[in-house]
């Protein structure tokens, strides 16, 4: 129940962003948030903000993939876990897909720091990183809890690395505040889709 109050929520808060956009009523907060992120620029924190966001880029987290379903499939023998992170991945890029056709947003009008193409809307990097790394950090608490050691500290971790993914967008000039939140609202309904889908195959299995 716990999962679905929180899809509803995210949901509810993407839905809220869409309208805004459409209505016109996030400049404000983009330019505010923005600004002040953007300030930031020029003082060191250009490269960092490069690195993380190649660690959101989809070359970066197709090679992770492989790896780490590889692992889960051959060596631990779960299937269904690494058809679940497939299955995350390919559903949320065309979920991201779809959804920037649909709304078209061209990107910020300021000076990019690495390149990008297509529309703005929801961002594409955080959508799928939170799908990413937020399947990864799931699997890795369940690990942890499966060998009865503590695992408090993975979401957390995960919630970083996804929050500066997104943080690294808005820096680097290529996506509006209101992108990455709505990002980070969509990629968290489609994950808790997925873990609920990956749960209830387990029970099903429990039982068979």
């Not at 631990?76 to 949320?92: I, Q, S, W, Y």
């Not at 920037?100 to 990008?116: I, N, T």
């Amino acid at each position: 129940m716990g999962g679905i109050a929180i899809g509803s929520l995210l949901a509810a808060l993407f839905a809220w962003l869409a309208y805004s956009l459409i209505s016109q009523e996030l400049d404000r907060f983009d330019t505010l948030v923005g600004g002040f992120i953007r300030s930031r620029s020029g003082g060191g924190w250009d490269t960092p903000a490069i690195l993380v966001t190649t660690v959101g880029s989809a070359a970066f987290e197709i090679g992770l993939f492989i790896i780490v379903a590889g692992y889960i499939w051959y060596y631990r023998k779960r299937v269904r876990e690494a058809l679940m992170l497939a299955f995350g991945l390919a559903g949320g890029y065309l979920l991201n897909t779809v959804l920037k056709h649909s709304f078209q947003r061209p990107r910020p009008e300021v000076e990019h720091l690495v390149a990008a193409s297509g529309y703005s809307f929801p961002s594409g990097h955080m959508m799928m990183a939170t799908i990413f790394y937020g399947m990864l950090g799931y699997l890795a608490w369940l690990g942890l809890r499966r060998r009865e050691q503590p695992g408090w500290y993975v979401p957390l971790l995960t919630f970083i690395l996804i929050a500066a993914i997104g943080a690294s967008r808005i820096y680097l000039g290529v996506h509006f505040p209101s992108d990455v939140t709505a990002g980070f609202a969509a990629g968290g309904v489609w994950l808790l889709i997925c873990l609920l889908v990956l749960d209830g195959a387990k029970k099903t299995r429990g039982q068979s």
